[in-house]
Protein backbone atom coordinates (compact mmCIF):
# COMPACT_ATOMS: atom_id res chain seq x y z
CA UNK A 1 0.00 0.00 0.00
CA UNK A 2 1.34 3.31 -0.95
CA UNK A 3 2.52 5.68 1.93
CA UNK A 4 -0.10 8.17 2.82
CA UNK A 5 2.14 11.22 3.47
CA UNK A 6 4.57 10.75 0.63
CA UNK A 7 1.37 11.61 -1.84
CA UNK A 8 1.19 15.10 -0.46
CA UNK A 9 5.14 15.64 0.04
CA UNK A 10 5.57 14.62 4.07
CA UNK A 11 6.41 11.87 5.81
CA UNK A 12 4.90 12.43 9.32
CA UNK A 13 5.73 9.69 11.86
CA UNK A 14 3.01 9.13 14.68
CA UNK A 15 3.30 7.27 17.62
CA UNK A 16 2.30 3.79 17.99
CA UNK A 17 1.87 3.81 21.94
CA UNK A 18 1.14 6.65 23.86
CA UNK A 19 2.62 4.67 27.37
CA UNK A 20 5.44 2.34 27.98
CA UNK A 21 6.00 -0.72 30.36
CA UNK A 22 3.49 -2.04 32.71
CA UNK A 23 0.66 -0.37 34.04
CA UNK A 24 -1.37 -1.05 37.37
CA UNK A 25 -4.03 -3.05 36.72
CA UNK A 26 -7.43 -1.69 38.64
CA UNK A 27 -9.84 -4.26 37.13
CA UNK A 28 -9.69 -7.92 36.78
CA UNK A 29 -12.97 -8.31 36.85
CA UNK A 30 -15.05 -6.82 33.94
CA UNK A 31 -15.76 -8.66 30.57
CA UNK A 32 -17.20 -6.05 28.77
CA UNK A 33 -15.20 -2.34 28.66
CA UNK A 34 -16.94 0.26 27.41
CA UNK A 35 -15.17 3.69 26.04
CA UNK A 36 -17.52 6.12 26.30
CA UNK A 37 -20.82 7.58 27.84
CA UNK A 38 -22.95 8.40 25.16
CA UNK A 39 -26.36 7.22 23.90
CA UNK A 40 -23.95 4.37 21.76
CA UNK A 41 -21.93 3.39 24.95
CA UNK A 42 -24.73 3.22 27.58
CA UNK A 43 -26.85 1.62 25.36
CA UNK A 44 -23.90 -1.06 24.89
CA UNK A 45 -23.32 -1.51 28.67
CA UNK A 46 -26.96 -2.05 29.52
CA UNK A 47 -27.65 -5.21 26.80
CA UNK A 48 -24.31 -6.60 28.02
CA UNK A 49 -25.90 -6.06 31.57
CA UNK A 50 -28.76 -7.90 30.68
CA UNK A 51 -27.07 -10.84 29.01
CA UNK A 52 -25.33 -11.19 32.39
CA UNK A 53 -21.43 -9.79 31.67
CA UNK A 54 -20.00 -7.84 34.26
CA UNK A 55 -19.52 -3.91 32.62
CA UNK A 56 -16.97 -1.24 33.03
CA UNK A 57 -17.96 2.30 31.20
CA UNK A 58 -15.14 4.50 30.78
CA UNK A 59 -15.40 8.42 29.78
CA UNK A 60 -12.64 10.92 29.74
CA UNK A 61 -15.20 13.83 31.43
CA UNK A 62 -18.30 13.36 33.23
CA UNK A 63 -21.18 10.86 31.62
CA UNK A 64 -23.11 13.80 30.33
CA UNK A 65 -20.23 15.23 28.68
CA UNK A 66 -20.24 14.00 25.24
CA UNK A 67 -21.94 15.01 22.11
CA UNK A 68 -25.23 13.04 22.55
CA UNK A 69 -26.02 15.73 24.93
CA UNK A 70 -26.19 19.07 22.84
CA UNK A 71 -28.18 16.54 20.17
CA UNK A 72 -31.19 19.38 19.51
CA UNK A 73 -33.37 18.58 16.21
CA UNK A 74 -34.32 14.95 17.09
CA UNK A 75 -34.05 11.26 16.29
CA UNK A 76 -35.77 9.15 12.93
CA UNK A 77 -38.59 7.18 14.18
CA UNK A 78 -40.50 5.49 11.42
CA UNK A 79 -43.64 4.94 13.22
CA UNK A 80 -46.44 6.13 10.71
CA UNK A 81 -47.94 4.32 8.42
CA UNK A 82 -47.78 6.31 5.47
CA UNK A 83 -43.93 6.20 5.71
CA UNK A 84 -41.72 3.37 5.39
CA UNK A 85 -38.12 1.81 6.35
CA UNK A 86 -37.65 1.75 2.86
CA UNK A 87 -38.50 5.32 1.88
CA UNK A 88 -36.19 6.12 4.96
CA UNK A 89 -33.05 4.12 3.06
CA UNK A 90 -33.97 5.60 0.41
CA UNK A 91 -33.25 9.51 1.91
CA UNK A 92 -30.27 8.04 3.33
CA UNK A 93 -28.85 6.20 0.27
CA UNK A 94 -29.69 10.06 -1.59
CA UNK A 95 -27.70 12.08 1.00
CA UNK A 96 -24.89 9.38 1.27
CA UNK A 97 -24.18 10.37 -2.19
CA UNK A 98 -23.23 7.09 -3.54
CA UNK A 99 -21.29 5.44 -1.05
CA UNK A 100 -23.37 4.46 1.59
CA UNK A 101 -23.37 0.50 2.43
CA UNK A 102 -26.54 -0.86 1.42
CA UNK A 103 -26.48 -3.63 3.83
CA UNK A 104 -26.14 -1.24 6.67
CA UNK A 105 -28.49 1.44 6.01
CA UNK A 106 -31.12 -1.70 5.60
CA UNK A 107 -30.22 -2.61 9.27
CA UNK A 108 -30.63 1.38 9.93
CA UNK A 109 -33.60 1.41 8.52
CA UNK A 110 -35.45 -1.60 9.15
CA UNK A 111 -34.19 -2.27 13.07
CA UNK A 112 -34.67 1.80 13.94
CA UNK A 113 -38.15 1.36 14.92
CA UNK A 114 -37.67 -1.21 17.60
CA UNK A 115 -34.29 0.61 18.90
CA UNK A 116 -37.05 3.93 19.10
CA UNK A 117 -39.21 1.95 21.05
CA UNK A 118 -36.80 0.42 23.14
CA UNK A 119 -35.51 3.98 24.30
CA UNK A 120 -39.13 5.12 24.96
CA UNK A 121 -39.39 1.48 27.30
CA UNK A 122 -36.21 2.89 29.19
CA UNK A 123 -37.56 6.04 30.25
CA UNK A 124 -37.36 8.25 26.78
CA UNK A 125 -39.90 10.47 26.73
CA UNK A 126 -40.52 12.52 23.29
CA UNK A 127 -43.02 15.57 22.69
CA UNK A 128 -46.46 14.67 21.93
CA UNK A 129 -48.71 16.30 19.85
CA UNK A 130 -52.40 17.50 20.39
CA UNK A 131 -54.01 14.41 20.07
CA UNK A 132 -51.19 12.45 22.20
CA UNK A 133 -49.42 10.74 19.40
CA UNK A 134 -45.23 11.44 19.04
CA UNK A 135 -45.31 14.91 17.36
CA UNK A 136 -42.88 14.83 14.15
CA UNK A 137 -41.33 17.20 11.90
CA UNK A 138 -39.09 17.01 8.94
CA UNK A 139 -35.15 17.62 8.13
CA UNK A 140 -32.69 18.05 5.34
CA UNK A 141 -32.82 15.43 3.27
CA UNK A 142 -35.92 13.77 4.20
CA UNK A 143 -39.06 13.53 1.80
CA UNK A 144 -41.42 12.68 5.01
CA UNK A 145 -41.82 13.83 8.57
CA UNK A 146 -40.45 11.35 10.68
CA UNK A 147 -38.11 12.67 12.92
CA UNK A 148 -39.15 13.17 16.46
CA UNK A 149 -37.78 15.08 19.23
CA UNK A 150 -38.46 15.43 22.97
CA UNK A 151 -38.17 19.25 25.51
CA UNK A 152 -38.87 20.98 21.66
CA UNK A 153 -34.99 21.03 20.93
CA UNK A 154 -33.63 19.41 23.65
CA UNK A 155 -33.76 15.54 22.11
CA UNK A 156 -30.32 14.57 22.90
CA UNK A 157 -30.72 15.43 26.53
CA UNK A 158 -33.51 13.35 26.68
CA UNK A 159 -32.37 10.74 25.87
CA UNK A 160 -28.90 10.82 27.52
CA UNK A 161 -30.84 11.49 30.75
CA UNK A 162 -33.28 8.33 29.70
CA UNK A 163 -30.55 5.84 29.39
CA UNK A 164 -27.61 7.48 32.06
CA UNK A 165 -30.81 6.73 34.28
CA UNK A 166 -31.35 3.25 33.32
CA UNK A 167 -27.39 2.91 33.71
CA UNK A 168 -27.81 4.27 37.46
CA UNK A 169 -30.55 1.81 38.63
CA UNK A 170 -28.03 -1.01 38.01
CA UNK A 171 -25.33 -0.23 40.50
CA UNK A 172 -23.79 -3.50 39.04
CA UNK A 173 -22.46 -1.23 35.98
CA UNK A 174 -19.28 0.37 37.11
CA UNK A 175 -18.59 3.38 36.26
CA UNK A 176 -15.06 5.47 36.05
CA UNK A 177 -15.53 9.18 35.19
CA UNK A 178 -12.59 11.65 34.10
CA UNK A 179 -10.28 8.72 32.41
CA UNK A 180 -8.99 9.08 28.78
CA UNK A 181 -8.39 6.13 26.99
CA UNK A 182 -4.95 5.96 26.05
CA UNK A 183 -3.74 2.52 24.42
CA UNK A 184 -5.38 -0.69 23.21
CA UNK A 185 -4.25 -3.47 25.02
CA UNK A 186 -3.76 -7.25 23.43
CA UNK A 187 -2.73 -10.47 24.21
CA UNK A 188 -0.62 -12.77 22.33
CA UNK A 189 -2.63 -13.47 19.35
CA UNK A 190 -3.75 -9.86 19.07
CA UNK A 191 -6.79 -9.81 20.19
CA UNK A 192 -8.15 -7.03 22.38
CA UNK A 193 -7.21 -7.62 26.23
CA UNK A 194 -8.51 -3.97 27.78
CA UNK A 195 -6.91 -0.54 27.82
CA UNK A 196 -4.93 1.72 29.42
CA UNK A 197 -6.31 4.79 30.73
CA UNK A 198 -5.30 8.04 32.13
CA UNK A 199 -7.35 9.17 35.26
CA UNK A 200 -7.66 12.46 36.70
CA UNK A 201 -8.68 11.69 40.32
CA UNK A 202 -5.33 11.14 41.16
CA UNK A 203 -4.41 7.62 40.37
CA UNK A 204 -2.67 8.06 37.10
CA UNK A 205 -2.04 5.87 34.84
CA UNK A 206 -3.13 2.04 34.69
CA UNK A 207 -5.02 -0.74 33.08
CA UNK A 208 -8.14 -1.93 33.01
CA UNK A 209 -8.05 -5.33 31.72
CA UNK A 210 -11.59 -6.90 29.46
CA UNK A 211 -12.80 -9.84 27.21
CA UNK A 212 -14.23 -7.40 24.86
CA UNK A 213 -13.80 -3.32 24.71
CA UNK A 214 -16.33 -1.10 22.86
CA UNK A 215 -15.07 2.06 21.50
CA UNK A 216 -17.64 4.35 21.68
CA UNK A 217 -15.56 7.59 21.96
CA UNK A 218 -17.36 10.17 19.73
CA UNK A 219 -16.02 12.25 17.30
CA UNK A 220 -13.67 14.85 16.32
CA UNK A 221 -15.21 18.18 15.87
CA UNK A 222 -11.87 19.36 18.02
CA UNK A 223 -9.87 19.98 14.56
CA UNK A 224 -11.24 23.01 13.78
CA UNK A 225 -11.13 26.35 15.70
CA UNK A 226 -15.62 26.49 14.85
CA UNK A 227 -17.13 23.37 15.68
CA UNK A 228 -20.23 22.29 17.12
CA UNK A 229 -18.97 19.51 19.23
CA UNK A 230 -17.78 19.72 22.99
CA UNK A 231 -14.43 20.33 23.84
CA UNK A 232 -14.09 16.70 24.59
CA UNK A 233 -14.27 15.47 20.75
CA UNK A 234 -10.71 15.27 20.34
CA UNK A 235 -10.58 12.34 18.12
CA UNK A 236 -9.40 9.90 20.74
CA UNK A 237 -10.88 6.63 19.61
CA UNK A 238 -9.97 6.83 15.98
CA UNK A 239 -6.34 7.44 17.12
CA UNK A 240 -6.14 4.80 19.48
CA UNK A 241 -7.56 2.34 16.96
CA UNK A 242 -5.03 3.22 14.88
CA UNK A 243 -2.29 2.93 16.96
CA UNK A 244 -3.72 -0.79 17.54
CA UNK A 245 -3.96 -1.38 13.84
CA UNK A 246 -6.82 -1.02 13.04
CA UNK A 247 -8.67 0.12 9.82
CA UNK A 248 -10.41 3.04 9.73
CA UNK A 249 -12.16 4.51 6.44
CA UNK A 250 -14.02 7.51 5.40
CA UNK A 251 -12.41 9.72 7.16
CA UNK A 252 -12.53 13.06 4.31
CA UNK A 253 -16.24 12.83 4.52
CA UNK A 254 -15.99 15.58 7.68
CA UNK A 255 -19.34 16.84 7.91
CA UNK A 256 -20.16 20.80 8.52
CA UNK A 257 -23.57 21.60 10.27
CA UNK A 258 -24.80 24.46 7.60
CA UNK A 259 -26.36 26.89 10.59
CA UNK A 260 -24.44 26.81 13.47
CA UNK A 261 -24.86 30.16 15.35
CA UNK A 262 -22.14 33.08 14.08
CA UNK A 263 -21.13 35.37 17.39
CA UNK A 264 -18.97 38.04 15.63
CA UNK A 265 -15.48 38.46 16.77
CA UNK A 266 -16.13 35.87 19.72
CA UNK A 267 -14.23 32.14 19.44
CA UNK A 268 -16.16 29.94 20.85
CA UNK A 269 -14.41 26.28 22.30
CA UNK A 270 -18.28 25.12 20.86
CA UNK A 271 -20.52 27.10 18.42
CA UNK A 272 -24.17 27.30 19.33
CA UNK A 273 -26.32 24.65 17.34
CA UNK A 274 -29.33 26.65 15.01
CA UNK A 275 -31.05 22.67 14.50
CA UNK A 276 -31.93 22.34 10.90
CA UNK A 277 -35.76 21.51 12.66
CA UNK A 278 -35.77 25.23 12.19
CA UNK A 279 -35.85 24.84 9.20
CA UNK A 280 -38.13 22.04 9.01
CA UNK A 281 -40.38 24.44 10.69
CA UNK A 282 -40.17 26.82 8.01
CA UNK A 283 -37.29 28.89 8.17
CA UNK A 284 -35.77 30.46 5.49
CA UNK A 285 -31.92 31.10 4.45
CA UNK A 286 -30.85 34.60 3.21
CA UNK A 287 -27.86 36.21 2.24
CA UNK A 288 -26.80 39.48 4.19
CA UNK A 289 -28.68 41.33 1.09
CA UNK A 290 -31.69 39.62 1.96
CA UNK A 291 -31.86 37.30 -1.34
CA UNK A 292 -33.30 33.42 -0.24
CA UNK A 293 -30.61 31.37 -2.46
CA UNK A 294 -31.85 28.14 -1.69
CA UNK A 295 -34.20 28.38 -4.18
CA UNK A 296 -33.17 26.80 -7.39
CA UNK A 297 -30.22 25.10 -5.84
CA UNK A 298 -32.16 21.68 -4.46
CA UNK A 299 -35.64 20.98 -4.95
CA UNK A 300 -36.03 20.92 -0.98
CA UNK A 301 -34.58 23.87 -1.06
CA UNK A 302 -33.60 24.69 2.19
CA UNK A 303 -34.14 21.24 3.86
CA UNK A 304 -31.99 19.41 1.07
CA UNK A 305 -29.33 17.20 2.37
CA UNK A 306 -26.51 19.55 4.95
CA UNK A 307 -24.00 19.07 2.01
CA UNK A 308 -25.86 20.83 -0.09
CA UNK A 309 -26.48 23.87 2.36
CA UNK A 310 -23.88 24.07 3.45
CA UNK A 311 -22.04 24.49 -0.20
CA UNK A 312 -24.56 27.17 -1.28
CA UNK A 313 -23.92 29.19 2.46
CA UNK A 314 -20.27 29.30 1.72
CA UNK A 315 -21.00 30.11 -1.99
CA UNK A 316 -23.30 33.03 -0.33
CA UNK A 317 -20.09 34.33 1.99
CA UNK A 318 -18.27 34.54 -0.68
CA UNK A 319 -20.47 36.07 -3.31
CA UNK A 320 -20.89 38.95 -0.48
CA UNK A 321 -17.74 38.45 1.15
CA UNK A 322 -18.99 38.38 4.25
CA UNK A 323 -18.34 35.72 6.60
CA UNK A 324 -22.29 34.82 7.59
CA UNK A 325 -25.87 34.42 6.64
CA UNK A 326 -29.08 34.71 7.82
CA UNK A 327 -31.24 32.55 8.76
CA UNK A 328 -35.29 34.09 9.14
CA UNK A 329 -37.36 32.89 11.70
CA UNK A 330 -39.20 35.20 12.14
CA UNK A 331 -42.55 34.53 10.65
CA UNK A 332 -42.65 31.56 12.69
CA UNK A 333 -44.01 33.88 15.55
CA UNK A 334 -43.37 33.84 19.15
CA UNK A 335 -45.14 31.09 20.37
CA UNK A 336 -43.81 28.63 17.89
CA UNK A 337 -40.26 29.78 18.58
CA UNK A 338 -40.46 29.83 22.11
CA UNK A 339 -42.29 26.68 22.60
CA UNK A 340 -40.91 24.32 19.50
CA UNK A 341 -37.33 26.17 20.05
CA UNK A 342 -36.86 26.89 23.89
CA UNK A 343 -33.00 26.27 23.91
CA UNK A 344 -31.94 27.91 20.43
CA UNK A 345 -33.69 30.87 21.37
CA UNK A 346 -32.11 30.91 24.79
CA UNK A 347 -28.95 30.75 22.93
CA UNK A 348 -29.64 33.16 20.81
CA UNK A 349 -30.90 36.08 23.19
CA UNK A 350 -27.43 35.06 25.21
CA UNK A 351 -25.43 36.52 21.95
CA UNK A 352 -27.96 39.23 22.17
CA UNK A 353 -29.72 38.18 18.99
CA UNK A 354 -33.81 37.76 19.23
CA UNK A 355 -34.67 35.42 16.71
CA UNK A 356 -38.70 36.79 17.04
CA UNK A 357 -37.53 40.35 15.74
CA UNK A 358 -34.07 39.49 14.25
CA UNK A 359 -32.91 36.66 11.41
CA UNK A 360 -30.25 34.52 13.07
CA UNK A 361 -26.97 34.85 11.92
CA UNK A 362 -25.38 31.48 10.78
CA UNK A 363 -22.13 29.84 9.40
CA UNK A 364 -21.17 26.54 8.44
CA UNK A 365 -19.11 24.61 11.38
CA UNK A 366 -17.30 21.04 11.65
CA UNK A 367 -20.17 18.84 12.97
CA UNK A 368 -19.78 15.12 12.71
CA UNK A 369 -17.79 12.61 11.13
CA UNK A 370 -19.37 10.24 8.63
CA UNK A 371 -15.97 8.22 8.92
CA UNK A 372 -14.46 6.36 11.37
CA UNK A 373 -13.42 3.52 12.78
CA UNK A 374 -14.13 0.73 10.21
CA UNK A 375 -16.51 -1.92 11.34
CA UNK A 376 -18.89 -5.08 9.97
CA UNK A 377 -22.85 -4.89 10.40
CA UNK A 378 -22.42 -5.86 13.62
CA UNK A 379 -19.92 -3.52 14.90
CA UNK A 380 -16.62 -5.34 14.86
CA UNK A 381 -13.49 -3.75 13.70
CA UNK A 382 -10.44 -5.15 11.90
CA UNK A 383 -8.68 -6.50 15.67
CA UNK A 384 -10.25 -9.58 17.11
CA UNK A 385 -12.53 -8.28 20.30
CA UNK A 386 -12.97 -4.71 19.50
CA UNK A 387 -15.76 -2.88 18.34
CA UNK A 388 -17.09 0.18 18.03
CA UNK A 389 -20.25 2.13 17.30
CA UNK A 390 -21.65 5.61 17.30
CA UNK A 391 -19.86 8.76 15.79
CA UNK A 392 -16.54 6.80 16.23
CA UNK A 393 -17.13 4.09 14.19
CA UNK A 394 -17.84 4.24 10.28
CA UNK A 395 -20.05 1.24 9.70
CA UNK A 396 -20.81 2.32 6.39
CA UNK A 397 -24.73 3.65 6.90
CA UNK A 398 -23.41 7.85 6.47
CA UNK A 399 -21.29 7.50 2.74
CA UNK A 400 -20.01 10.45 2.58
CA UNK A 401 -22.57 13.09 4.04
CA UNK A 402 -24.82 11.94 6.94
CA UNK A 403 -28.42 12.89 6.46
CA UNK A 404 -29.73 14.49 9.61
CA UNK A 405 -31.06 12.63 12.65
CA UNK A 406 -29.76 9.22 11.71
CA UNK A 407 -26.86 9.84 14.00
CA UNK A 408 -28.63 8.66 17.87
CA UNK A 409 -30.42 5.76 15.96
CA UNK A 410 -27.19 4.50 14.02
CA UNK A 411 -25.96 4.69 18.16
CA UNK A 412 -28.86 2.91 19.26
CA UNK A 413 -29.38 -0.16 16.21
CA UNK A 414 -25.34 -0.96 16.38
CA UNK A 415 -25.08 -0.86 20.04
CA UNK A 416 -27.80 -3.82 19.82
CA UNK A 417 -26.00 -5.48 17.14
CA UNK A 418 -22.76 -5.57 19.16
CA UNK A 419 -25.29 -6.92 22.03
CA UNK A 420 -26.10 -9.49 19.56
CA UNK A 421 -22.77 -10.98 18.98
CA UNK A 422 -21.67 -10.62 22.52
CA UNK A 423 -24.79 -12.91 23.46
CA UNK A 424 -22.39 -15.53 21.23
CA UNK A 425 -20.09 -15.50 24.20
CA UNK A 426 -16.53 -14.27 24.98
CA UNK A 427 -13.12 -15.58 25.32
CA UNK A 428 -11.68 -16.40 28.89
CA UNK A 429 -9.26 -13.00 29.50
CA UNK A 430 -5.64 -13.28 28.90
CA UNK A 431 -2.95 -11.29 30.09
CA UNK A 432 -1.98 -8.57 27.33
CA UNK A 433 1.77 -8.49 25.81
CA UNK A 434 4.09 -5.54 26.54
CA UNK A 435 3.49 -2.70 23.89
CA UNK A 436 6.24 -2.75 21.00
CA UNK A 437 7.76 0.52 20.10
CA UNK A 438 8.55 3.63 21.90
CA UNK A 439 6.08 5.62 23.33
CA UNK A 440 6.01 9.74 23.01
CA UNK A 441 3.03 12.22 22.05
CA UNK A 442 3.12 15.97 21.09
CA UNK A 443 3.84 18.89 22.71
CA UNK A 444 0.33 20.00 23.22
CA UNK A 445 0.70 23.57 22.66
CA UNK A 446 0.47 22.44 18.84
CA UNK A 447 -2.64 22.43 18.98
CA UNK A 448 -4.19 26.33 18.26
CA UNK A 449 -1.63 26.29 15.28
CA UNK A 450 -3.21 23.02 14.05
CA UNK A 451 -7.09 23.81 14.61
CA UNK A 452 -6.28 26.75 12.80
CA UNK A 453 -4.64 25.01 10.05
CA UNK A 454 -7.11 22.85 9.72
CA UNK A 455 -10.12 25.36 9.51
CA UNK A 456 -8.31 27.10 6.47
CA UNK A 457 -7.16 24.52 4.47
CA UNK A 458 -9.36 21.43 5.36
CA UNK A 459 -12.40 23.03 6.23
CA UNK A 460 -15.98 23.15 3.88
CA UNK A 461 -13.97 23.87 0.83
CA UNK A 462 -10.81 22.18 -0.22
CA UNK A 463 -7.79 21.69 -2.72
CA UNK A 464 -4.71 20.33 -3.95
CA UNK A 465 -2.69 23.47 -2.91
CA UNK A 466 -4.88 23.81 0.61
CA UNK A 467 -4.29 20.26 1.85
CA UNK A 468 -0.96 20.60 0.78
CA UNK A 469 -0.12 23.31 3.02
CA UNK A 470 -2.07 22.07 5.73
CA UNK A 471 0.34 18.65 5.34
CA UNK A 472 2.95 20.87 5.85
CA UNK A 473 1.87 22.60 8.97
CA UNK A 474 1.43 19.31 10.56
CA UNK A 475 4.54 17.79 9.17
CA UNK A 476 6.50 21.10 11.20
CA UNK A 477 4.18 20.40 14.75
CA UNK A 478 4.90 16.45 14.59
CA UNK A 479 8.35 16.85 15.11
CA UNK A 480 7.65 19.25 18.66
CA UNK A 481 7.37 15.88 21.23
CA UNK A 482 6.59 15.84 24.57
CA UNK A 483 6.63 13.55 27.74
CA UNK A 484 2.92 13.11 27.54
CA UNK A 485 0.49 14.10 29.97
CA UNK A 486 -3.64 14.72 29.06
CA UNK A 487 -3.03 17.87 27.03
CA UNK A 488 -0.19 16.49 25.18
CA UNK A 489 -2.37 13.16 24.78
CA UNK A 490 -5.18 14.85 23.53
CA UNK A 491 -2.81 17.12 21.35
CA UNK A 492 -1.42 13.59 19.98
CA UNK A 493 -4.75 12.21 18.98
CA UNK A 494 -6.30 15.46 17.16
CA UNK A 495 -2.67 15.35 15.23
CA UNK A 496 -3.43 11.84 14.62
CA UNK A 497 -6.77 11.60 12.99
CA UNK A 498 -5.57 15.28 10.71
CA UNK A 499 -3.14 13.39 9.20
CA UNK A 500 -5.48 10.96 8.51
CA UNK A 501 -7.92 13.29 7.15
CA UNK A 502 -6.13 15.69 5.13
CA UNK A 503 -4.29 12.63 3.85
CA UNK A 504 -7.47 11.24 2.38
CA UNK A 505 -8.92 14.41 1.46
CA UNK A 506 -5.41 15.13 -1.13
CA UNK A 507 -5.96 11.63 -2.21
CA UNK A 508 -9.61 11.73 -3.51
CA UNK A 509 -9.55 13.83 -6.38
CA UNK A 510 -13.55 14.56 -6.96
CA UNK A 511 -16.24 16.56 -4.48
CA UNK A 512 -18.18 14.28 -3.14
CA UNK A 513 -20.84 14.73 -0.24
CA UNK A 514 -18.83 17.05 2.56
CA UNK A 515 -15.39 16.19 0.70
CA UNK A 516 -15.42 19.72 -1.48
CA UNK A 517 -12.81 19.88 -3.89
CA UNK A 518 -12.65 23.06 -5.67
CA UNK A 519 -9.77 21.49 -7.93
CA UNK A 520 -12.02 18.41 -8.70
CA UNK A 521 -15.55 20.02 -8.62
CA UNK A 522 -18.00 17.15 -9.49
CA UNK A 523 -18.37 13.57 -8.23
CA UNK A 524 -16.49 10.67 -10.46
CA UNK A 525 -17.49 7.36 -10.44
CA UNK A 526 -13.98 5.93 -10.55
CA UNK A 527 -14.26 7.04 -6.55
CA UNK A 528 -16.98 5.08 -6.12
CA UNK A 529 -15.46 3.34 -3.28
CA UNK A 530 -13.51 4.08 -0.07
CA UNK A 531 -9.92 4.77 1.26
CA UNK A 532 -8.89 2.44 3.89
CA UNK A 533 -5.86 4.37 6.13
CA UNK A 534 -3.84 2.30 8.76
CA UNK A 535 -0.82 2.80 11.02
CA UNK A 536 2.25 0.62 9.62
CA UNK A 537 4.74 -0.22 12.34
CA UNK A 538 7.03 2.75 11.27
CA UNK A 539 4.54 4.97 12.92
CA UNK A 540 3.42 6.62 8.97
CA UNK A 541 -0.04 6.28 7.87
CA UNK A 542 -0.59 3.60 4.67
CA UNK A 543 -4.04 4.01 2.94
CA UNK A 544 -5.89 1.71 0.23
CA UNK A 545 -8.57 2.37 -2.37
CA UNK A 546 -11.20 0.21 -2.33
CA UNK A 547 -14.08 0.65 -4.62
CA UNK A 548 -17.44 -0.81 -3.93
CA UNK A 549 -18.40 -3.77 -5.99
Known sequence: MPTLERQVGHDVVLPRNLVAGT???????????????????????????????????????????????????????VLDADDSPAAHAVDTMVAGAGVCDAAAV?????????????????????????????????????????????????????IQRAVHAAVRRDPSIRLIEHALALDLLTDASGRAAGVTLDRADGAGVGAVLARAVILATG???????????????????????????????????????????????????????????????GARLVDVDGRRFMVGVHDLAELAPRDVVAKAITRAMLDTGTDHVLLDARHLGRAVLESRFPTITARCRQAGIDPVSQPIPVAP?????????????????????????????????????????NSLLEGLVFAGRIATRLACGLPVQADPVLPEGPAWAIDPDVRDG???????????????????????TIHRLSRSRSRGGRAAWEATNLLTVATALVSAAHRRNETRGCHWREDFGVSDDAWRGHLLTTLDPDGLLSMAFQPDA
Not at 33 to 43: E, M, R, W
Not at 49 to 56: D, S
Not at 138 to 152: L, N, Q, T, V
Not at 242 to 255: I, K, M, N
Request: aromatic content about 6%.
Open 23 to 77: APRWSDDTDVLVVGSGVAGLTVALHARELGWRVTVVTKAGVDDGSTNWAQGGIVA
Open 365 to 405: AAHFASGGVRTDLWGRTSIDGLYACGEVACTGTHGANRLGS
Open 106 to 158: DVLSSEGPSRVRELMRRGAAFDRGADGGLAVTREGGHRFPRIIHAGGDATGAE
Open 450 to 472: LRGAMSHGAGVVRSAGSLETVAA
Open 219 to 281: GMGQLFTTTTNPTVATGDGVALALRAGAVVTDLEFLQFHPTPLFVDGVELAQQPLVSEAVRGE
